[in-house]
C-alpha cells in the first residue's frame, strides 16, 4: 500500500543550527514527491515539489528513490520556519495525494 | 485575487443533522478535494473530482457526499451516517495531476 511516513512528530532546533525533516514513502512506481507547510494561523501551502529542483527559503530536498526519502533540509533554521511541515505522495498520473502525518518545526531564539 | 474560499470558518451540529460545507474556487483548476485533518492523522482524503459532474471516493467517504455541478463549487455534506464527524475539513484545488494543490483556509465542524 502507499504511505508517507514522517517519523517525528515535533522536531525543535535552535535557530542557526541546521535543520532536516524526515520523509519516507514506499510506492513502487514513479512517484512526485511535495512539501507543503501551514504557518500560524494560515493556510496549507505548497513548499516545493521535487519535480521543481528549486529551493524555496533556503529549503531544499531531494528524492532519493533507493532509499524511498524525500527528506527536506535547511542549513540555518530561522525563528519564522517555525510551521508544521507535510510530506505528500503523488502516483503517476492520479491526481490524489497522500499525506503524511506532519512534523512540527519549532525554530528557538 | 484568485483562490479557494471555504465557509463557513466553524459550524456546530446537532447529532443526527447533516451539514454542508462550501468549498468555491476561480482559479479555473479543473480537480477539487476534500480533505479531513485530525491531530496527529495528518490529512485524509474523504472526495476528489477531476471534472464537472463527476467524482470519485477517496480514503474515508463513508458518511459524506459531494457533487461537482459546476467547475467552482465542489460541496461536502456531512451526513448523520458519519460516526466521528468533528474535526478540520480542508478543501483543496490542482490544475492537474501531480502540479501540486491550492488550499482553502478550513472548515472547522463541531457536533455538540
Known amino acids: 500500500a502507499q504511505r508517507v511516513t514522517q517519523p517525528e512528530k515535533l522536531l525543535s532546533v535552535f535557530k542557526g543550527a541546521p535543520v532536516e525533516l524526515k520523509c519516507n514513502y514506499s510506492y513502487s512506481g514513479s512517484p512526485e514527491l511535495f512539501w507543503y507547510v501551514q504557518y500560524s494561523r494560515q493556510r496549507l501551502q505548497l513548499l516545493l515539489r521535487h519535480i521543481s529542483r528549486e529551493s524555496i527559503k533556503g529549503f531544499t530536498a531531494d528524492l532519493n528513490k533507493g532509499e524511498t526519502s524525500f527528506h527536506l533540509k535547511k542549513p540555518f533554521a530561522q525563528e519564522e520556519d517555525s510551521a508544521m511541515y507535510y510530506c505528500?505522495?503523488?502516483?503517476?498520473?492520479?491526481?490524489?495525494?497522500?499525506f503524511g502525518s506532519g512534523t512540527r518545526l519549532l525554530v528557538r531564539p | 485575487d484568485g483562490g479557494i474560499t471555504q465557509s463557513p470558518k466553524y459550524l456546530f451540529r446537532k447529532e443526527g443533522q447533516n451539514v454542508t460545507l462550501s468549498c468555491e474556487q476561480n482559479?479555473?483548476?479543473?480537480?477539487m478535494y476534500w480533505y479531513r485533518q485530525d491531530p496527529g492523522q495528518g490529512l485524509r482524503l474523504i472526495y476528489y473530482s477531476q471534472i464537472v459532474n463527476d467524482f470519485q471516493k477517496g480514503d474515508i467517504a463513508e458518511g459524506y457526499s459531494v457533487s461537482r455541478e459546476k467547475k467552482e463549487s465542489f460541496p461536502l455534506t456531512v451526513t448523520s451516517a458519519q460516526k466521528n464527524p468533528t474535526a478540520f475539513y480542508l478543501c483543496?484545488?490542482?490544475?492537474?495531476?501531480?502540479?501540486?494543490?491550492?488550499f482553502g483556509s478550513g472548515t472547522r465542524l463541531t457536533v455538540v
Open positions: 505528500a505522495l503523488g502516483r503517476d498520473s492520479s491526481y490524489k495525494l497522500i
Open positions: 482559479l479555473n483548476h479543473d480537480a
Open positions: 483543496a484545488s490542482s490544475m492537474q495531476a501531480n502540479y501540486g494543490y491550492t
